[in-house]
């Protein structure tokens, strides 16, 4: 099972809820987010453009590690591992 | 009195109060959300959209917002067609994309897409930034409107806005990968569908310049001769224009005014040819132009001073108007900054509603809102501290009285 940790402006996706548990989510982050779109395509849609890249605003965390200085959508992500999604601190 | 009296006196008067509060109440919840004649101005910001309200005096204003605070709104509409009354607002979150929300109830409520109901084919190798215009499409199809985009490219709608398909033929157009972006973005901004021929449309783009559609949206064609590119080595290419706003009137729909960057234009066969109608301009460079509802050949436009310092020119806030289809221009100034006027008025961001007396309407980037309710004559202001504006659309609920 992996976690996804949602910032408020996504809860709606969420029934309102701050975190997600997706079941056999394990394998890469853009693996994760297919199996999380299934269920909470909201979610994903406001994540990734729709060329499935990580929106340019959008930070995504694998534990405590940004993925942009990992491997990108392709950073592994083990059972019981949490991704944090979060908005860039950045804007005016 | 005694101290029972007093108790009771007091009782009665906490009664009284209470069922006078209970039927102001009542009295306002069986008042329409808004009467026929009532002017809507639909204001969008950087951070969030307005509502902003008036009776048809327009002398009192009720500014109703933010709606989404934070997220930009670049493109606002009104559609009464098919017995509804909605708002549509392109909203962008800095973060998480673009999505077109309605209200039904004049923005006490808003629809909340959970999926983004606008975004591009995956093959296509686009992602959407932001919507820079929304146009209902005419009365006879009310479930018809229209969607201008960046990247460039056009969406309609056959469901009153909820869901949104891409214009193939200018998605898939030729000229695609020479289109290149204006200061704004690749925007297209400006759609414009012939009352009289469902099957033209002129559409304008930053930067690509004017196409229009004689099939329907199968093919379009560049139709920029005469608009000049001053920004290119060749100041006359077949496209590549940057075109900032066209307006026409649906009485004459032929004939159309173009305000671009660098120059103002008019063109009377739907674009083939342009001819330069800069007579007695301060600038011929700005962004915002709107035609008169009710008169075929009067115009609005506010002049910049320059690409390169977007400001009132002389730092004077003027509105110009012609009433002649572009032979001459007139300066309204009456309640205007005429000293000391750094003010920019974007494209969207100049209206005007269908009174009778036309009302005409424009916000600032330093979120100044103005009105006129006498066509331009003069001026007041409904606020000067919004946040930057742009996008001001105005209606009249029930149409023009």
Known sequence: MVTFELPNALMPFARGLG?????????????????????????????????????????LFVGEENIRFLKGLATPVAEGETITIVPAVSGG | MTKAEARERKKKE??????KKEKKAKKKEGKPAAENGDVLLLVGTVKGAFVVRSDKKRSKWK???????????????????????????????????????????????????????????????????????ITPGPADDPGLLWAGVEPHCLFESHDGGDSWTVVEGLLKHEHRPKWTPGNGGLCLHTIIPDPENRERMVVAMSTGGVYRTDD???????????????FLPDKHPEFGQ??????????????????????????????????????????????????????????????VESDGFRAAPERKLRVYRTRNGGKSWKPLTEGLPQEGSYDLVLRDALTADSHDKVGVYFGTRAGKLFASANEGSSWSSISDSLPSIVCVKAAVVGGAT
């Open chain 1, 19 to 59: 975190e997600v548990r997706v079941e056999d989510a394990r394998g890469t982050v853009r693996e994760a987010l297919v199996r999380l779109g299934a269920t909470h395509p909201g979610i994903v849609e406001r994540v990734l453009t729709e060329q499935g890249e990580v929106r340019e605003h959008v930070n």
């Open chain 2, 14 to 19: 906490k009664k009284e109060k209470k069922q």
């Open chain 2, 63 to 133: 500014i109703e917002g933010p709606h989404f605070p934070g997220e930009s709104v670049y493109a606002m509409a009104y559609d009464e067609r098919g017995g509804r009354q909605r708002l549509l607002a392109a909203t962008r979150s800095f973060f998480f994309g673009s999505v077109i929300r309605t209200s039904d109830d004049f923005g006490k409520t808003w629809t909340a897409p959970e999926r983004q109901n606008i975004k591009f084919p995956e093959d296509s190798g686009l992602s959407l930034v932001q919507v820079w215009q």
């Open chain 2, 216 to 230: 329907g949206g199968k093919s379009w064609k560049p139709r920029n001769n005469g608009v000049r590119a001053q």
């Open chain 2, 242 to 303: 940057c075109v900032h706003k066209i307006v026409h009137h649906p009485a004459r729909p032929g004939t159309l005014f173009l305000q671009n960057h660098w120059g103002l234009y008019r063109s009377d066969d739907w674009g083939d040819t342009w001819k330069d109608i800069a007579n007695g301009v301060p600038s011929d460079f700005g962004f915002a132009m709107q035609m008169h509802p009710h008169d075929k050949d009067t115009v609005y436009i506010v002049p």
